[in-house]
């Protein structure tokens, strides 16, 4: 008798691994936008335009009565655009979404439904452990603005707020050297016979490198300090001309400041931004010299640095003008507005498009890099080593 064959091989036998295919379901979103109450924040998430954009996808966006009034976007124009427009704060906050600027405050989470997907910026210097603990309680899930990558591996939201508060770093700078605002009644440059106005920038990151694209513009004399060359090497590239460059060396940093009429501070650090420039190397700066420290937000790089704000924006020490005001976008509001309002609502249609905030994070790992709490449970590493707090990795928690 001849023995019988299975149709089946031995590997086919065997159990086998199945695929599921994770599919995209198109969702509709629901937004709220609420009044920054922030200290002199006068931007706005969404322009009328995004919120129109948004409205033609289907998507529904309610904004409290006054909220774009600091960037000069009114109420009816927010209408027009299909936005549903309240004077009840409560009610904003009883949306889905809820997208700020700033972090809420305690109260703000206080009136927050449970579950609700909160995007803003974190802020994270500013916070206290009381806050992650709040959001928690809410089971919230929060996405930080200024963590979040796009595909080239920059984080789109630092990098825009940094080219606006370094163009406006030399605008403010140009104000202060007026006869009308006090100063030593200098301009710029560009013009024939007249020396140039000298500019010390320090730092070349982005903040730097479009403070020195102004600066040159007007016809500015540009020296720009960094310690790191690589850093040099590409504002020089990005700028596509050569300008005095050099590492943080006391003495030609010192001699630059003597003849220096505008010094930018653009540096940042990890906690804190390093103080490069001492107390004694402000006081060898002309009379009527000016100082903006766009790095104050970190504590400041010059060692005569005090936080103003924008009312009382400026102080001397020693003859010398210090412009040390934290949130230099904000006194731009509108161009702020419409920059981050174009990095926002691609995100938003996103998260839309593949179905929720779960699906978006599972296939965006840019956007999974700013999520730092997931339905109440801490996924950032940094916040928990921070505020010494339990964490847990996001992909654990995405199934």
């Not at 709220?32 to 998507?59: M, Y």
């Not at 979404?97 to 974190?122: G, R, W, Y």
């Not at 106005?197 to 730097?208: F, H, P, R, Y």
């Not at 060898?284 to 903006?292: L, N, P, R, S, Y």
């Amino acid at each position: 008798m001849s023995k019988s064959l299975s149709p089946f091989t031995k590997a086919q036998l065997l159990p086998q691994e199945e695929t599921l295919e994770v599919y995209k379901k198109k969702g509709d979103l629901f937004i709220g936008i609420p009044k920054e109450t922030h200290f002199q924040e006068k931007r706005v998430c969404l322009t009328p335009d995004a919120v129109s954009a948004l409205v033609s996808n289907g998507h529904r966006v309610m904004i409290e009565s006054g909220a774009g009034e600091g960037a000069n976007f009114l109420d009816k124009t927010y209408s027009d655009a299909g936005a549903e427009v309240t004077s009840d704060t409560k009610k904003v906050f009883s949306c889905p979404i809820i997208l700020k600027v700033e972090p809420p405050s305690h109260d703000e989470i206080e009136l927050m439904n449970p579950q609700t997907l909160l995007i803003s910026a974190l802020q994270i210097k500013t916070q206290t452990k009381k806050y992650f603990e709040l959001l928690a309680s809410k089971r919230i899930t929060a996405l930080g603005f200024e963590f979040i990558k796009d595909e080239d591996g920059a984080y789109p939201a630092v990098r825009s707020l940094s080219e606006i508060a370094g163009t406006a770093s030399i605008l403010i700078a140009s104000e202060l050297l007026s006869n009308v605002n006090g100063g030593n009644g200098l301009m710029f440059g560009n013009l024939s016979g007249v020396p140039p106005t000298e500019i010390v920038i320090l730092g070349a990151g982005t903040v730097g490198e479009f403070a020195a694209r102004s600066a040159i513009g007007l016809g500015a004399n540009v020296k720009v300090f960094d310690n790191s060359i690589t850093r040099l090497r590409c504002i020089q590239s990005n700028l596509g001309r050569t300008l005095y460059t050099s590492t943080m060396q006391p003495k030609n940093l010192v001699k630059a400041l003597k003849r220096c009429d505008v010094a930018i501070g653009a540096i940042r650090g990890k906690n804190r931004s390093p103080i490069v420039v001492t107390e004694a190397m402000v006081n060898t700066m002309k009379q009527g010299a000016v100082i903006i420290d766009v790095s104050i937000d970190m504590g400041g790089c010059f060692e005569t640095s005090e936080v103003t704000n924008h009312d009382n924006p400026t102080f001397e020490h020693n003859g010398v003008i210090h412009y040390c005001v934290p949130n230099i976008p904000a006194r731009y509001s509108r161009s702020a507005s419409v920059s981050i309002s174009n990095i926002f609502t691609p995100y938003l249609l996103k998260i839309a498009e593949d179905g929720g905030i779960e699906n978006a994070i599972r296939f965006d790992r840019g956007l999974k890099n700013g999520l730092y709490f997931y339905h109440g449970i801490l996924t950032n590493k940094s916040v928990a080593d921070w505020f010494d707090l339990d964490c847990s990795d996001v992909n654990l928690l995405i199934f």
